[in-house]
């Protein structure tokens, strides 16, 4: 399901299940607010939002086989994340974006929260659980810099954190 230059409301949900596609959903080049989005059982990527300036109060994703959230080239405010079983990362920030997470939960996946290519991910509150890397900053493609994470409240084990020589992560 896409979303391509599109003004959301305030109180617009978005549910998804089953998908088949590359992105459950795809919002590209879109502003606004979107009160939920709630997501399960996608073949790829849950959520992907590019270029676009999103608030969204309520995300809540279970099972994707690869990413369940990908934001890159924008910037982004999420009010709760809740995130379960992603085969790769749960929270994926790229391409000069920022985020801002007011409170997340996220259990069973790879990765917990990456900031990448000139990305700021901010999380306010989190918790994680089972999950192999909890925080991961790093450089990715060379037109860019690292990446930028600011954990409010630490509570990753120091061998669950990376970040490359161009990267920080913040307590």
């Known amino acids: 399901m896409s979303f391509i230059n599109i003004k959301f409301l305030d109180n617009i949900n978005i549910s998804y299940?089953?998908?088949n596609c590359e992105d459950s959903i795809n919002i590209r080049n879109s502003k606004g607010?979107?009160?939920k989005i709630e997501i399960k059982n996608s073949m790829s990527d849950a959520l992907d939002i590019d270029f676009s300036e999103i608030i969204i109060d309520d995300i809540i994703i279970s099972k994707a086989n690869n990413d369940c959230i990908d934001f890159s080239h924008g910037k982004?405010?999420?009010r709760n994340v809740y995130i379960?079983?992603?085969k790769d990362k749960a929270v994926s920030l790229g391409e000069r974006s920022t985020l801002n997470i007011k409170s997340a939960k996220i259990y069973n996946s790879?990765?917990?929260l990456v900031a990448k290519d000139s990305s700021i991910l901010n999380i306010k509150q989190f918790k994680l659980q089972n999950v192999k890397f909890c925080a991961?900053?790093?450089n990715?493609?060379?037109e860019f810099d690292g990446?930028?994470?600011f954990l409010n409240r630490n509570s990753c084990e120091p061998s669950k954190l990376y970040n490359d020589k161009l990267s920080k992560i913040f307590f």
């Open 147 to 149: 990446g930028i994470i």
């Open 33 to 35: 607010k979107i009160h």
């Open 140 to 142: 990715k493609k060379q």
């Open 136 to 138: 991961s900053a790093y």
């Open 110 to 112: 790879n990765m917990g």
């Open 76 to 78: 982004y405010r999420i």
């Open 84 to 86: 379960n079983n992603c």
């Open 17 to 19: 299940d089953k998908s």
